[in-house]
C-alpha cells in the first residue's frame, strides 16, 4: 500500500498525522500547517522524503474534494536527509500557495 492510496481524500486533521508518524509505513510525517487540518504533508523513510499537497477544494463551506499529489521527491542517496526535508517543504508550500492565488 502506497502512501498516497493511505491517505483520506482530505486534508489530515493533527491526530492523523500523529498516527502516520507512528505507522511502519514511514519514519517521519510532518505536517506543513502548524495547527489545524493540514493541506501540506512531508514524509520520509530511509530511502526518500515526499512533499504531498492536498489538490482540491477544502473548507468547511466547500467540504473536501480533492485528492492528494506528490509535489516533490528527494532520493536520500543523492541528498542528505536534512535538505531533502527542506526541498520537499518548500515545494509544498509553493504548491500550497498556487493553489491558494489560483482560487
Known sequence: MSVLSS???RPLKEAEVASLNRS???DLAVATEPDGPTAGLVVA?????KGLAFDGE?????GFEGEWTVVE???L???ERYEGLRTC???VVEALEGA????
Open 24 to 26: 511502519e509505513g514511514v
Open 100 to 103: 491558494s492565488d489560483a482560487a
Open 77 to 79: 542517496d543523492e541528498a
Open 7 to 9: 491517505l483520506p481524500e
Open 58 to 62: 477544502y473548507g468547511e463551506a466547500a
Open 73 to 75: 521527491t528527494a532520493d
Open 89 to 91: 517543504e518548500d515545494a
Open 45 to 49: 523513510t530511509d530511502g526518500w522524503v
